[in-house]
């Protein structure tokens, strides 16, 4: 699920457990939030196509599809798309975008997913696996749905930004959640994330029996220098997220390799 990116200077450690990531809270405001902006539209949404590439025909899932900006770029771009999403609010949302017969389930990433072995020839998981404490049963479960020589397209929190922000800094080795507030239209929003060190992320993959396929640190579109000519700089020049692409052995048959 795509999501705000402005981090204040000081976390707010405070959030209500019982509230956190209440997205069913906010879904309209979020998505609204966040469909031009220069972080999610600028940013983190081109960066995930030019990784997905030439998607026609390919059926994906999109895991965490929010209210549907990437799936509906991805079906744009001839894909056969099929969305999943924790809150039922993102979901109508859309449903709104993509149209009554689109393919989107209510789902938890942290339950099985109800598709068959290899039903999918990627995923797409947009600044989601960010929010699970533990990736390993998220990461079997994906394999399982992408058929050999499938991928798995991956945008998260850079490790390095959750780590320099937090005071004091946790141990960088170990995995941690932090919490503090979005504010959307003057509404103050607890949310939790959890961060890990980059070697754990390769090795959760590989651990699920991923390839790594590519690491990467993109620049922003090119067109956002005129469009936030204040922000652009700092966007180009320091750490946000960080995109992955691994992908099922193409001689998998669903055991592992």
Known sequence: MDRVTDVPESLAQSADPARVNDYESFAEAYSAENENNLVNAYYERPAMLALA???SGRRILDAGCGSGPLSAALRDRGADVTGIDASAGMLALARR????DAALHLVDLSDRLPFDDGAFDDVVASLVLHYLEDWGPTLAEIRRVLRPG???IASVDHPF???TIQDPRPDYFATTSYTFDWTINGQSLPMRFWRRPLHAMTDAFTTASF??????????????RDLFPDDFHDLSTKTNFLFFVVEVPPSATGSDD
């Open 53 to 55: 590439g030439d998607v």
């Open 97 to 100: 975008r993509l149209g009554a």
């Open 150 to 152: 499938g991928r798995l």
């Open 161 to 163: 930004v959750a780590y």
């Open 211 to 224: 390839r790594l396929v590519v690491i990467s640190e993109p620049q922003p579109d090119p067109a956002a």
